[in-house]
Nanobody, 120 residues
Framework: QVQLVESGGGLVQAGGSLRLSCAAS????????MGWHRQAPGKQRELVAT???????NYADSVKGRFTISRDNAKNTVYLQMNSLKPEDTAVYYC??????????????WGPGTQVTVSS
């Protein structure tokens, strides 16, 4: 069974940094695009950043210049380095990945989420 497991969330003061990690585990053929989304209380889930298997990246305007997404394909892991954090970055952060199963069927998977809280 394929699973995504996030780590690295926590409480940080405004202006601080955090690094999130998300590893895909289980049996599969390949991990395709990976990304991070977030959901603040009372708001819809929104895209934060994505990265293709080839390393092409895309960011939400609200995090450009502050967050960096990267991946280690050998470890099937995606990272989100978050710098200059603001209180409005407070949310549950979710990892997602497009994964091709050994059957060659593609599915989108989500992690359970990790809380990021930025205090002012």
């Amino acid at each position: 069974q394929v699973q995504l497991v996030e780590s690295g969330g926590g409480l940080v003061q405004a202006g601080g940094s955090l690094r999130l990690s998300c590893a895909a585990s289980g049996r599969f053929f390949s991990v395709n695009a990976m990304g991070w989304h977030r959901q603040a209380p009372g708001k819809q889930r929104e895209l934060v950043a994505t990265i293709t298997s080839g390393g092409s990246t895309n960011y939400a305007d609200s995090v450009k210049g502050r967050f960096t997404i990267s991946r280690d394909n050998a470890k099937n892991t995606v990272y989100l380095q978050m710098n200059s954090l603001k209180p409005e970055d407070t949310a549950v952060y979710y990892c997602n990945a497009g994964i091709t199963a050994t059957s060659r069927l593609w599915s989108n998977y989500w992690g359970p989420g990790t809380q990021v809280t930025v205090s002012s």
